[in-house]
């Protein structure tokens, strides 16, 4: 039987014996192997999208502008066929196709009244129609507002009362007033005539700057302009 110390001395010696072998340098190398791992992964992830990613759309083929057509149009007493798409406006087609180039674009949408033109004798802004919407019409721009030997009254009247300064809003001015004038002989009523449903009494200068409210002159000519209206009406009268 052995000694109750010899036993004793065992058991402490298996206390004390570790239960892992694992040393510094395996868990160093078991790290870096996990570390290596990841990597790998995070680097075949971009690849694996790329494959399952669905193939890049053809790109879009650019629109085709539409045929050019024949316009016809009769511009200061001549016929005109000009071969325009169905897109330009009336402004461009005499600008830019007809040779016309005193019809003038100022703002390009309606608000200025630099172009100004007469159509079938009612002046548009021609920036704000298309050409093929006028097939066959009469048209008159600034160029044909002047007789074979002598400018129109509206012209001449401009000119004594000194109406423009730049001169780019002139063309449409002129063809305003011209348009004025024949509105109120024809006995349409403004905004500022007292009683609408009957012709308006006379030609004021409030009834000329309410009629002529279209067209802006960026020079701040408007009272020469009244008065080249009241010079004009007076004349024809």
Do not use: W
């Not at 014996?17 to 868990?27: G, K, N, R």
């Not at 780019?168 to 007292?194: K, N, R």
């Amino acid at each position: 039987m052995e000694p109750p110390n010899a036993m004793s001395q065992d058991r402490s010696d298996d206390a004390a014996t570790p239960a892992s072998t694992t040393t510094p340098s395996d868990t160093s190398r078991r790290r870096f192997l996990q570390s290596a791992a990841a990597a790998a992964a995070l680097g075949a992830t971009p690849h694996l999208h790329a494959q399952n990613a669905p193939a890049a759309a053809e790109p879009a083929a650019p629109p085709q502008p539409a045929p050019a057509q024949p316009v016809h149009l009769q511009i200061n007493g001549r016929e005109h066929v000009l071969h325009i798409e169905p897109r330009v406006t009336l402004l461009d087609a005499l600008h830019d196709y007809a040779g016309l180039t005193g019809t003038k674009k100022g703002c390009d949408r309606g608000q200025c009244g630099a172009c100004t033109v007469l159509v079938e004798g009612r002046r548009i802004n021609s920036c704000l129609t298309l050409a093929v919407m006028h097939e066959g019409e009469r048209i008159t721009t600034v160029e044909g507002l002047a007789g074979p030997a002598a400018l129109s009254p509206v012209q001449r009247a401009f000119i004594a009362n000194d109406a423009f300064q730049c001169g780019f809003c002139t063309p449409g001015q002129l063809c305003s007033a011209t348009a004025c004038l024949t509105e109120f002989a024809a006995g349409t009523a403004s905004a500022v005539t007292a009683d609408v449903r009957t012709r308006p009494a006379q030609l004021t200068d409030a009834e000329i700057r309410e009629r002529m409210s279209g067209n802006l002159c960026r020079c701040g000519a408007y009272a020469n302009i009244v008065a080249a209206l009241r010079d004009a009406h007076a004349a024809s009268a």
